[in-house]
């Protein structure tokens, strides 16, 4: 057996998700499939972990067994001509033995994209969270920078999917406009050794809070110090979420 | 009666175009179902021109005339909470009267995409044209220049649609690479004082042409004095190509 490592990128409006669901159409089915299809095997596939119905992925990292003696070049061609056109490899390698796409990943990189423009705009609709106020996202990076650092999180983690540990290390957070014709963007970029369920869009919907100035900075010191979800602003909607990279 | 005029955004991708069809999604159906709800009338909207399916407009100017008493401004704002989220009105305006956004329209731009990595963006597909091979952008521009100018553009007009006068001015082209993030795009942007059909699209398909290096960049100019379509290259698809702008 070898083991291959994919990085894939993927527009998840269509799909409830990463993860196989029967009925639903997801994004681990869509790969499943192409890799049937490429290898005449049955190949199931680990991703460094699920994403939501509508989040998207710009270097998901997939891993997989197969007996097949296709060099990864040739896996990554014949799949991006079997996958649909929102699903797509950008990289494929080869893995060590045992490689396992979750329990190895050390670090992962989120990134979250607002639009707060007076009108919607019909290109960011699927991969941006339209906000009518007008954002301070300075303050929001002020705010963001008190959660760095080794805490337990589970104030941003949706109830009904407790995880055993709560302790998360975020090693990075930033807030930032952007710049020239992304006026009306405002990004969070999230990293860290992982992630509780939904943790990455809680916290923004809580930065939001202090955004719009329903709250103030110091707030969210105060969620994190909380150890309780309803401390915390709503999830933010997912379509504005992009899985960024996993490193290993 | 008083005119009104908006100026429109649509991704195209879920439409067969601006123009109302029976029994196909068309974004001027859209507006119009929206503005009957909000006025209570059947209005009819008349705008720039048409766009085909899959093709998006920045810029789409529309008018009507209407005798509701709403601002503009009102107008905008209740279109926007009627129609779907993948047409905007980004503007509105009283206009004067008698406006015809088609008879009156000056000036137009488009804009078409091409994306030429090696593998496709899938947060580009609905957006871009996919070239695999990398495109000379310098030679495309070089190319193009010597379409500006009056001319009879007929070689650039698909068939089957014939205008009574095939004399158009093209004031600008422009053929560049992206900077930055966007070194896999490849952008045309035409202004002229009116287009015929599939005129942008038969034009880039004929520059990719020369970008590819299957032909050699004096033979733009030779399309364009061949007078017939047939000598032209292909036309690119519909999904790179964004109705920029229109001038009154």
Known sequence: MRWIKLTVAYDGTAYCGWQYQPACPSVQGAVE????????????????GRTDAGVHALGQVVSFSTGSRLSAEVFQRALNAELPHDVAVVAAEEA???FHATHDARRKRYRYVIHDGPVR???RVRYAWHVYQRLDAERMDRAAKTLVGTHDFRSFETSGSPRANTVRTLFEIEVRRGRGGEGDLVVTEIEADGFLYNMARAIVGTLVEVGRGARPEPWVAGVLAANERSAAGPTAPPQGLF???VEY
Do not use: H, N, Q
């Open 96 to 98: 060590p033995a045992g």
């Open 33 to 48: 499939d192409a890799l049937g299809r490429i290898t005449g095997e049955p190949i199931r596939t680990i991703a460094s």
């Open 121 to 123: 705009d019909v290109f």
């Open 243 to 245: 899985l960024v990279k």
